[in-house]
């Protein structure tokens, strides 16, 4: 079976990919390298340079596949707030160029790569699939609106997709090759990773005063590699009961900032700065999964919710990229 990869040279997409061919799928990977690295699409997928602005490029890239994974993106909350249209044009407008390519080619599985960025400020943690969506940031939007046109394509033309609500996607592939490099980078542990390589010389933490046990936000970080495992799950679900759902995928247990911090220093054996400033626009208290959902369904759980192993697997793979 041959599925395409939309946004397989980013930093989970290359770890699907990845996954995928380990397990015998054939791969068709689509990115435009806006964020991805050429060199992290594995040499045994077909890589196709495009962009999913360009209905051609999609069209070359899905012939001959009989299902999608739509990973490309543009992935940063902050950046979401100071230019909300990029991510309405590329998530939202983008992404119907994909499903309207899929409908003409008679593609009729998806799976998206969706954000816990859609339940804005949860009403309790951990949070439940059907808890309150009134999301706090264009990013979480987008998200959520690509969720419900994906509803709407399914009733109309029997488009069937599973929604992976991540929360945050963590380490690395531990045989080593690839690796999370966000540019500009906003995601915690890869931050953090930069100070104890010198990279750069303090986290910024954002927030002090939240509702938390030591006033710093607590997320829900969830191995990249667990997150591909879901992927695999997910799509042989899907071909096998053809009904559209939604799941979360994380850990079901949360870590402060603080806590990465003290964590990562523990595995590097390096002091990491930090310095407290303002909140960033939207960022809740607590981002935590209910996993209950995603267990029962698909039978599957995240096999490594040790935060250090997940830090120490980032490591291995920061200090081998960036050291160079
Ligand atoms: N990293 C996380 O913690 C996290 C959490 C929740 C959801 N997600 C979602 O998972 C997906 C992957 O995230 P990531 O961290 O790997 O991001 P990433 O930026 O590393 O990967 C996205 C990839 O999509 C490509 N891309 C973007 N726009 C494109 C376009 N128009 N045409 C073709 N390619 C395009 C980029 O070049 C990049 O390689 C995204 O949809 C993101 O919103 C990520």
Redesign the pocket.
Known sequence: MKILV??G?????SHVTKYLLDKGYKVSV???????RREFVDKRAKFHK????NKDDIKKALKSCQAAMH?????SVPDSVKNPGEYFV?NVS?GLNLLEVMWELGVNYLIF????GVYGNPIRVPIKEDDPKIPTHPYGLS?LMFEEILEWYNRAYDLKSISLR?F??AGADPRGGIGED?RPET?LIPVVLDVALGRRDHVEVFGGDFDTPDGTGVRDFVHVMDIAESHAVALKHLLEEKQSEIFNVGIGKGYSVLEVIKAAEEVTGKKIKFKKVGRRPGDPDKLVADVGKIRSALGWEAKNKDLKDMIEDAWEWHKSYFQK
């Not at 790569?113 to 816990?116: M, R």
């Open positions: 939309t946004g040279a980013g930093y989970i997409g689509l990115d435009n390298l806006s964020n991805g495009g962009d999913l602005a990973f490309a993106a543009s992935a590329n983008n790569s969706s954000s816990a998200k991540y945050c996607a966000h995601h």
